[in-house]
């Protein structure tokens, strides 16, 4: 169990009851659209607008608490800020998978900006395909 409050107070947000939920819902399904999020956090305040939510969204993903997931074609997804890891995504359904990230590949990036010179702060790796469940509905 993830302590939002003290997660959201390091990164100096008020930990409103609101953001809480927001992470809370945003933490059990891994990968959410802001529509999604909104529709589960509106079961629990049902006062809450899209546009409230959004902008919480937008403000815990410049203070770091949250990472926005682009999504080729679709709209983005919103995850917590975890470890470095790759996504799979799929482009059928959308489905976002976290594979963690090998140390090869951390090497890889690091060797990779250290020659550039260039001061790496964050990095998102995403592989766009189908996922399987994904193959195997097309295939029949
Ligand atoms: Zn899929
Ligand atoms: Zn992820």
Known sequence: ???????????????????????????????????????????????LSLATIYKNIILMVEKG???EVPIAGKKPKYELAKMNHIHLVCTECGDVEDKPCAEDTDKLFNELTDK??????????????????CQEAIAS
């Open 1 to 47: 169990m993830i302590d939002y409050v003290t997660l959201l107070k390091e990164s100096g947000l008020k930990a409103t009851f609101q953001r809480t939920n927001i992470l809370d819902v945003v933490e059990k399904s891994g990968h959410m659209s802001i529509e999604a999020i909104y529709d589960e956090v509106s079961k629990i305040h049902p006062s």
């Open 65 to 67: 608490v949250v990472v």
């Open 116 to 133: 550039e010179n260039f001061k790496l702060n964050m990095r998102q790796v995403n592989l766009y395909g189908v996922c399987s469940s």
